[in-house]
DNA sequence: CGTGAGGTTGATCGCTTTCAACGGAGGTGG
DNA sequence: CCACCTCCGTTGAAAGCGATCAACCTCACG
């Protein structure tokens, strides 16, 4: 089984289907193409659109003034980025890969939300699956070693392939070792050293720096530090 | 101004004003008078209900197997727990001080949220106001230091007393040392230095252990490290 | 007055960062 | 076609920050 990640929709379905965005005019839909490290929008934009991915891989990210940088999230196709409260955006965001990209005016989308309540029910429900998710990395970030997080992030993307059943799977990292230092809170050397132990443990394999082989799911649980649950 | 901090609402404010829930029957809701370190509801639970804090403050977080907990939030009064997308709560809560609470069917708040669409659109507002609050705690986590999340965090708390114009505020601490620890992934000897650091910096004062005299706001953000804001 | 929880401070350890060097892949221009 | 450059990744050595281990203090409570 190979997979791009960039061509893999999350194992939660996405939220507009077939007919996505129904009874919005056409004429307010605009589906772009973008090509790889283009900007969609920065902190500070006006919040004038909203946009869902269809596909390619968005990375979401703040900065402080110092440059640091705290990645937020990566997008996939099937994600929606842009869906804030107030008038500005709060963090940036930068194509990883040639990415497909649907945006919609916020103004209308939320009219129509509010005139459509199966659509509005869809956007809650992205939103209180994006806090969900959101926890998951708050765990990652505050409580993990730098092993525990690394394996944690490939475990995620393993497991959005589908292939849960699968004992092993194979994709490529479309994000640079840096993205995922700003992602997990470490440094690139960090993340580098991490993948080699991994690999040296038999974990995993890196048949090229961006293609990982997961050799074993359980045994790559073992280093993610598996969550509560209650036991 | 002395303000305990259980007594203050967002500056943003509560999304259910002066007739909270209408239309939802008076007889599916119920509030709740629960001492301090009770628990609302824990990880795994079915998410019968979601919960409004009314008074009180709760803190919401995740453990791991081997014990290590991180806290998602601190939730006060004006804040909704519980509003999850699936049937299990994924993170457990506990009262830091009593608390008086109103719980509400989830099933009943989500038809209720289809058939009225303003309800609907309140809810979306807290999930997005949630989100944008959780990426700001993402930087805090991942890229500052142990005393500029020290100080980023008192500074979130000095202005939800809505005194952004004030030069200098008290509260108090509803929160424990290793609760603060475990909200910004450090361990409470390390919370306890940054405060004394502080202290020492004249940045505060700590007339007693719980209660935080801001000395001077300004001074206390330039340890926070501001964020970026395209400048 | 004893006890336990919460807080502060000191000393040491170790993990992650920092600084640095090196190698390969891809792109460009002589 | 090859030299050169830049970006990305890996690895090594050293430094530093926060964790760990430990002692002591205060205060509330029985």
Not at 85 to 95: F, L
Not at 187 to 212: D, F, N, W
Request: hydrophobic residues 40%; negative net charge; aromatic residues 8%.
């Amino acid at each position: 089984m190979y997979v791009h990640a960039a061509q893999v929709a999350r194992t939660q379905p996405v939220y507009f289907d077939a007919n996505p965005w129904n009874e919005i005019p056409q004429t307010q839909q605009q589906i772009r193409l973008v090509g790889a490290h283009s900007n969609i929008f920065s902190e500070g934009d006006d919040a004038e659109f909203v946009y869902e991915i269809l596909d390619g891989v968005v990375a979401c990210y703040r900065l402080l003034s110092d440059g640091r940088r705290q990645v937020i999230s990566f997008c996939f196709p099937g994600d929606l980025i842009g869906l804030v409260q107030d008038d500005q955006h709060r963090y940036s965001t930068e194509t990883l890969s040639p990415a497909r990209i649907r945006r919609i005016p916020r103004s209308i989308l939320m009219r129509a939300a509010c005139e459509r309540p199966d659509l509005g029910r869809k956007l809650l429900q992205f939103a209180t699956t994006e806090l969900a998710a959101m926890q998951e990395h708050f765990v990652m970030l505050g409580r993990k070693s730098a092993l525990e997080k690394v394996a944690s992030f490939l475990l995620a993307l393993a497991r959005r392939h589908g292939g849960e059943t699968a004992l092993s799977a194979t994709f490529d990292l479309p994000m640079t070792r840096a993205d995922i230092a700003d992602y997990l809170g470490l440094t690139l050397e960090t993340v580098s050293r991490s993948l080699t132990k991994l690999r040296m443990a038999g974990v995993i394999g890196l048949p090229q720096p961006q293609t990982v082989v997961v050799l074993g799911l359980d045994h790559l649980e073992d280093f993610a530090e598996r969550e509560d649950e209650q036991f």
